[in-house]
C-alpha cells in the first residue's frame, strides 16, 4: 500500500495528512514532503495519522528526522489525531513528546 499525502494549512501550520502504512517503503517520501515544506519556510508541521494503520521503525525514524528538521529551522514538528496503532507504537517508543497535546 502507498503512502498518500495531502497537504494543506491548519492554524498557521503545514498540514500533512496521511493515508497509508509509513513504512520502509515510504518513510522517505514522508521525510521529503516534510523537507518541501520547511524549504517553503513553512517550519510548523503537523502530521495527520488518522489513516495510518501501521507504522515500521523505519516510519518512526522519518517521524525523528522530521522533528529534528523542523526544530534545526527553528520551528516544530507534532503528530495530530493518530491511529490507534500509531499512538501505541509511538508510545512503546518513548517518542511521546511528538504528540500533540
Not at 66 to 77: D, I, T, V, Y
Request: one cysteine or more; hydrophobic letters at 50%; charged letters at 15%.
Amino acid at each position: 500500500m502507498n503512502l498518500t499525502i495531502t497537504v494543506s494549512e491548519e492554524a498557521g501550520a503545514s498540514l500533512l495528512t496521511l493515508s497509508g502504512r509509513l513504512d520502509a517503503m515510504t518513510a522517505d517520501s514522508f521525510f521529503q514532503a516534510v523537507c518541501a515544506e520547511i524549504a517553503k519556510g513553512r517550519t510548523k508541521v503537523l502530521a495527520d495519522a488518522t489513516a495510518v494503520p501501521y507504522i515500521s521503525s523505519a516510519g518512526l525514524r522519518a517521524l525523528l528526522q522530521s522533528h529534528r528538521k523542523a526544530l534545526s529551522a527553528g520551528g516544530s514538528f507534532r503528530i495530530v489525531r493518530a491511529s490507534p496503532f500509531v499512538l501505541q507504537t509511538i508510545s512503546m517508543s518513548g517518542l511521546d513528546p511528538l504528540i500533540a497535546d
